[in-house]
Nanobody, 123 residues
Framework: QVQLVESGGGLVQAGGSLRLSCAAS????????MGWFRQAPGKEREFVAA????????LYADSVKGRFTISRDIGRNTVYLQMNSLKPEDTAVYYC????????????????WGQGTQVTVSS
């Protein structure tokens, strides 16, 4: 079993930066693909970024490519999402998710989810 807890959300001005963290439990953390998803009110849940098991590769949605960076610290059982050049359209609840592999995680999410953290970008 994998348990996920997000943190780091908040209110930022357009053009600013924010770093989200996802703390995971379990010794098998490094074998899971991890990702970030977001959902704005009235909209469908959207894939943002993912990192493969052991951190071998990363994937990004076109809307955030070049602005966001996903990384994982295996020693701390933590996945990060560094968000730069934030735009008002990035405003959403951001969720951390995990699955056995990237195919199970993208594009709709995996078997394990955190509770989410709110990101609000003002213009």
């Amino acid at each position: 079993q994998v348990q996920l807890v997000e943190s780091g959300g908040g209110l930022v001005q357009a053009g600013g930066s924010l770093r989200l963290s996802c703390a995971a439990s379990g010794r098998t953390f490094s074998t899971y693909a991890m990702g970030w998803f977001r959902q704005a009110p009235g909209k469908e849940r959207e894939f943002v970024a993912a990192v493969s098991a052991y951190g071998y590769s990363t994937l990004y949605a076109d809307s955030v490519k070049g602005r966001f960076t996903i990384s994982r610290d295996i020693g701390r059982n933590t996945v990060y999402l560094q968000m730069n050049s934030l735009k008002p359209e990035d405003t959403a609840v951001y969720y951390c998710a995990a699955d056995r592999n990237l195919r199970g995680l993208i594009p709709t999410g995996g078997d394990y989810w955190g509770q989410g953290t709110q990101v609000t970008v003002s213009s």
